[in-house]
């Protein structure tokens, strides 16, 4: 699958510079295989931080769900024992031991213990206990409850959102890209006994081949030194043979240590930083210019060799051993196994793919976090609004003409439209903030 656009192709093959004709290698022979590879590393090392708790969504939520404890549903918050989990409920009779009832009090006692608490405060003991004087009508109850179900929703949900908000699964998936499958530096004897053109690939056979399997291995099949080459350790370009280690003399095997190479490589990729960050739309644009990279520059004595990064001699039959000469190459050989469904599935690619996803989701639950405590926000207000207007009617004086004393004529029916106007907008809201999901009636059926 060739989905990188041709005309960047094109510029890419034009910019790297190889010397496929040469006999031995020079400095710079695989600076354009590096340049690709380090795209992938750069955005393994970086994974985004955790994003920002949300906390803030719960006092919004417990805050509605008070005001129908107290002005809307005054029974139900004395079933609720603030000062302790459902599981060390105080009074284990009135919790539902089976059925619907015990379902709902599972999903909802953390949002109710958290709105009881509000009740108990001191400094606000006064206010919620005025809320309970109130005699609501029944529209008026009905919205209240309303809201809190959608504060209780809205609880739950930021729960789940906040779980996706750590980065440890993209961090993990990161490592296992850059070191395999544990994800970690591996021990001696690191990356086998076997030699360097079996491990780093045969494209003839494939034999014992762990190309693929993680960045480091790859990079350090394109980059390390072998002896008697002539491209003094910098075969990848740059001073990465000779900074931060001086390994111009020093040939890499797999069995070797690694760690001095990858300081090196590390070195190198960092210059070579082109911005990209971990999300997935990066990795495919970075996957893309692999394959291309691979299928403009095909190895082997017909070129038909088309998953390879790096120098190769003719048919390639020693394998990427490390020099270019005879048959042999400094390159990585990747199974053709892992192309044949036209979505790559080299070990570290899917790695960092998972990684990708899970870094996505991090953005993706702050963005909805964010919009939910907008929401909650906009309905806590028209919640306080409904209380307001029907604490300053309660709290009105009667008239003193004959209309207004008995109630009745031209003045009490302006009274009625425009209370009636101020619940049918708290009711738009409401609906406005359900986000156009059913609401749950968990809170209305236990007050009931």
């Known amino acids: 699958m060739n989905i990188f656009p041709l005309w960047l192709a094109v510029t890419t093959t034009a910019l790297v510079s190889t010397f496929f004709a040469a006999a031995d290698d020079t400095k710079g022979d695989n600076s354009g295989a590096f340049a690709i590879l380090c795209e992938f590393i750069n955005m393994a090392k970086n994974p985004p931080p955790s994003a920002t708790q949300a906390e803030n969504i719960d006092d919004l939520a417990a805050a509605i769900g008070a005001l129908n404890m107290s002005a809307a549903n005054p029974p139900f918050d004395q079933l609720i024992d603030h000062e302790h989990d459902l599981e060390n409920h105080k009074e284990k009779s009135v919790k539902p031991a ?20 509000l009740l108990e405060e001191k400094d606000r003991k006064a206010t919620y206990a005025s809320y309970r004087k109130l005699k609501l009508n029944t529209l008026a109850q009905k919205q209240i409850q309303t809201a809190a179900e959608i504060a209780a929703a809205s609880f739950r949900k930021a729960a789940q959102l906040r779980a996706k908000l750590t980065n440890s699964a993209a961090k993990a998936n990161a490592n296992k890209a850059l070191f395999g499958l544990t994800g970690a530096q591996s021990a ?23 190309a693929g399997n993680a960045l480091q291995l790859d990079a350090l099949c394109l980059c390390g030194f072998f002896s008697a080459a002539g491209d003094e350790g910098a075969s990848c370009g740059g001073k990465i043979g000779s900074e931060p280690n001086n390994l111009a003399a020093s040939a890499w095997t797999p069995s070797t240590d690694p760690t001095k190479w990858w300081e090196n490589i ?18 495919l644009f970075a996957t893309a210019k692999l394959q291309t990279f691979m299928a403009d520059e095909p190895k082997g004595t017909n070129k038909e060799y088309q998953h390879v990064l ?8 020693e394998g990427c051993k490390g020099k270019k000469d005879n048959n042999n190459g400094k390159c990585v050989a990747y199974k053709p196994d892992y192309f044949t469904t036209g979505k790559p599935a080299l070990p570290w690619l899917v790695n960092l793919q998972a990684a990708a996803n899970a ?75 359900a986000n156009g999901k059913a609401k749950m009636t968990m809170m209305e059926n236990t007050a009931n």
């Open 98 to 117: 089976t059925g619907e009832e015990a379902a709902k009090w599972a999903d909802n006692y953390d949002f109710w213990r958290k709105a009881k608490g």
């Open 188 to 210: 001696d004897p690191y990356y086998g006994t076997n030699g360097r053109g079996e491990v780093c690939g045969k494209p003839a056979s494939n034999t014992n081949t762990q």
């Open 266 to 283: 590390e070195t190198g990729c960092r210059t070579l930083d082109s911005g990209l960050r971990l999300t997935t739309a990066n990795v």
């Open 310 to 317: 790096g120098n190769m001699l003719g048919t390639g039959s």
């Open 359 to 433: 870094a996505d989701k991090i953005k993706e639950a702050a963005k909805d976090l964010e919009q939910l405590e907008s929401k909650l926000k906009d309905l806590k207000t028209s919640a306080h609004q409904l209380i307001y207007s029907e604490t300053a009617a309660a709290h009105s004086q009667p008239p003193t003409t004959e209309g207004k004393e008995s109630g009745t004529g031209e003045y009490r029916n302006k009274r009625i439209n425009a209370k009636q106007y101020r619940q049918q907008n708290f009711s738009k809201k409401s609906s406005q903030n």
